[in-house]
């Protein structure tokens, strides 16, 4: 079946506009998690979300960042008046379930550019 | 808060050659640990987890609970092997967030 999926692959925006970037998990996969992977830094963890609504936010690192889930499937992560150093990979992964040993599966990620 | 620790950023082995990617990791409790791999081009992927004691494209990896470790080896790499590989953290305690090192970059030269 098809995996995660994201949307747009390349985003180029502007300093101080705001961005969506929105994820399709695999079916029936009840969680799901937002990652930014920048140069040098690896991967850090933005938000997860079990069904709707989000436990963990935690990693989301200012009040421009939010994301929410619909439906329990597809999820949006806006980014608002962006600023240089959002510049990264983000990525998306979805899993059966929340416990530790459900494998995370990852879709290809979406770059966001900021001039 | 936990931590997870990749020392080199880049390995530069020969084919044929034995390969050990190191990874050290702070957590007071009891870890899940996982290597991640992503291809070039390709999406980031689990390669192995610790708790399935299973070799995987002939990786292995041993959680060293006293050195608090879990280094990836290799006896003999291939040049398919060159890729990103990431060592991962989960908390056993309900969830799978996963804290990530920051990764070591294989290279196998032919």
């Known amino acids: 079946g098809a995996g995660v999926s994201q949307s747009p692959s390349n985003k180029v925006t502007e300093k101080g506009k705001d961005v969506e970037l929105r994820c399709d998990p695999i079916?029936?996969?009840?969680?799901l998690y937002w990652y930014r992977q920048s140069l040098g830094q690896g991967l850090e963890f933005l938000i997860y979300?079990?069904?709707?609504?989000?436990?963990?936010k935690s990693g989301l690192p200012s009040d421009r960042f939010s994301a929410e889930r619909t439906g329990g499937s597809v999820s949006t992560l806006t980014i608002q008046r962006t600023q240089q150093e959002d510049s990264a990979v983000y990525l998306c992964?979805?899993?059966?379930?929340?416990?530790?040993?459900?494998?995370?599966?990852f879709g290809p990620g979406t770059r966001l550019t900021v001039l | 808060a936990q931590r997870v620790t990749q020392p080199e950023k880049l390995l530069s082995v020969f084919k044929g050659a034995p390969v050990e990617l190191k990874c050290n990791y702070s957590?007071?409790?009891?870890?899940?640990l996982f290597w991640y791999v992503q291809y070039s081009r390709q999406r980031l992927q689990l390669l192995l987890r610790?708790?399935s004691r299973e070799s995987i494209k002939g990786f292995t990896a041993d959680l060293n609970k006293g050195e608090t470790s879990f280094h990836l080896k290799k006896p003999f790499a291939q040049e398919e092997d060159s890729a990103m590989y990431y060592c991962a953290l989960s908390e056993n305690s309900g969830y799978s967030t996963l804290t990530f090192g920051k990764g070591t970059m294989l290279l196998v030269s032919p």
């Open positions: 957590y007071s409790g009891s870890p899940e």
């Open positions: 992964a979805s899993s059966l379930g929340r416990q530790s040993y459900n494998e995370q599966f």
């Open positions: 979300f079990q069904g709707n609504s989000a436990p963990d």
């Open positions: 610790h708790i």
């Open positions: 079916s029936g996969h009840t969680a």
